[in-house]
């Protein structure tokens, strides 16, 4: 395989920059607040939705039908700490026909009822069609939940059934529990007791791999060799494009395919022979575990790993730690963030 064949994307996430006003445990693109300020400008933006508006792909329901995986989504980092942008983002979105526009966030900024029902009807007012609310035990160790359902119960006053609640269990759990306030991850643990790990989904990427690694059984590094990841580096139901230009294929955190400035060339096909992380992937992930032994000292964890993507990331993170400049290993920052 001398090329790797990029299909265009039906879905995508616009990263508005990675920073965020928390540390989840969980988070993919280790987003926090000390990432620098680098918000994509207006000028990328419109340049970004621009390309995005020849492949996105209405929901089948109805083009102002939001989902999780549909259309176009603003996403971070969180949006909302640069909510002029977030407001630019929609009106561009809105001139160029998008459909399925819906913003993430973590509710943070919904101290007070007024505040939230005035952002949430300007939005929708410049065409924003939905928005979803992240609801996580993570995340409740940073944000109040009584702001999460703040945003929650005027959401859906303003957006119905486009007032998408992710993830719907820990919502319901947290009432149960009677939880109003910020809880530690311990703390939620003990009140929540061994069982809702079942009934949640949690991908063993990003951050995880380190902070939430003793929720999963582990694995030697051979357990994943043979596989590939073909499928994700191809995926064209969901990709993101983050502020600096970056093409990351589904949900690899710190894995660049290119730069939106080659947009084009890009679906014309990846020379693998530029890209040896990238041609290692798509094969087997062995040849990237040999490749970082062999030719950057990597050792294996001798606790295991909990999945594929913890194994890919500790090899890029290692790489990155010693000085490696691959073009598809960005943004740097990325490594620099996750713990
Ligand atoms: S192993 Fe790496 S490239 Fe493959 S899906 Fe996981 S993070 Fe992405």
Redesign the pocket.
Known sequence: MDKLLIPRPKSAGIILSYKCTSICKHCMYASSPYWSSDWISLEQLEHTIYMLSETIVSSSFDPKNVGVNVGLHFTGGEPFLNYNLLVNAVKIARKYDIPSVFVETNCFWSTDDNIVRDRLIELKNFGLDGVLVSVNPFLLEYIPFERTERTINIGYEIFRQNLMVYQEYYRMLFKKLNIKATLSFEEFLKKAGPTWVHYIELLP?GRAVYKLDMLFRKYPAKYFFGQS?YH??TRDWHIHIDNYGNYV????GG?SLGNLKDFETLFNGLFLNELPIIKA?AKD?KILYEMGVKDFGYKENVEGYI???H???DIRKHMVEKGCKFNELKPIEFYRNLS
């Open positions: 990427m990841c994700e580096l294929p589904g949900y690899c894995i992937l992930i999945s594929k993507c194994l890919c990331l």
